[in-house]
């Protein structure tokens, strides 16, 4: 699945890079100038981090789950390092209730371009962002190329059973580990609405309980919501 890899100590985006490359490649950088998660937002990427992209044909049968599997892969070398993460919907990766892993997955006409930054072996991170790093969690610190490694394995089997499968073959692990599951949210669209967090739809979409009964979402950001005393 990955055939060429691209090391830089320093780049603007790998995200960018990628794009620019053959099918089955990987760029994975050690810094990034310009990192960005989904909706543009900045990705705080500085050393200490895994920040790297690859590229797929599309194909995949319930291709708009691909950002929830790769997320799903990411958290089960995370839990052979003994950690127990979450996974926010629709890409994030938490341990202890703070955000580890983001992964951003953008399209063209027939490839897939997939971006993961992993936190690795960071002390601290800027005031503003709840974050935390596999080091501080765990006290041990980690080896790029050994991380990436086993990641390589785990995506590769986990984007193959995609393919062959689709979500269904994922659904009831990832419900297992869904952050804020059975807990009131707040879901970020255009219009908010709060809702008791059920689980995921057969295609990876959200399912709420509202005011109006079950509905399902394809896009928007949660957060539990908090109530004032």
């Known amino acids: ?42 990705w705080h990427s500085e050393a200490g981090g895994l920040y790297f992209s690859f590229s ?7 291709e708009d ?9 990411v958290g089960e070398y995370l839990r052979k390092e003994g950690l127990k993460p979450a ?6 990766l938490y341990l202890m209730g703070k955000k580890v892993c983001g992964v951003l997955c953008e399209s063209s006409k027939d490839r897939l371009y997939v971006g ?9 991170f800027p005031g503003e962002l709840e974050a935390v790093s596999l080091s501080v969690v765990s006290g ?3 080896r790029e190329v050994d991380v990436l490694l086993e990641l390589f394995d785990s995506l590769a089997g986990a984007l193959d059973l995609l ?15 869904l952050l804020y599951k059975d807990q009131e949210v707040v879901l970020y669209t255009p219009k908010p609405v709060v809702g ?9 979409s959200l399912v709420l309980i509202t005011h109006e009964g079950e509905r399902n979402f394809t896009v928007g950001d949660i957060s539990l919501r908090l109530f004032m005393k």
């Open 196 to 204: 008791i967090l059920k689980g995921l739809a057969t295609d990876g």
């Open 87 to 92: 996974i926010k919907w629709v890409n994030d």
């Open 1 to 42: 699945m990955f055939e060429r890899l691209l090391w830089l100590e320093e780049t603007g985006s790998t995200q960018n890079l990628i794009k620019g490359l053959p099918p089955h490649s990987v760029v994975v950088a050690r810094r990034q100038r310009s990192g960005r998660g989904r909706m543009g937002r900045r």
């Open 65 to 73: 789950c691909v950002p929830l599997v790769v997320a799903y892969a």
């Open 140 to 142: 041990k610190t980690y």
């Open 116 to 124: 993961i930054g992993l936190n690795l072996n960071q002390k601290e």
């Open 56 to 62: 797929l044909n599309r194909g995949f049968k319930d």
């Open 163 to 177: 393919k062959r499968d689709g979500f269904r073959a994922f659904k009831e692990h990832i419900e297992s580990i």
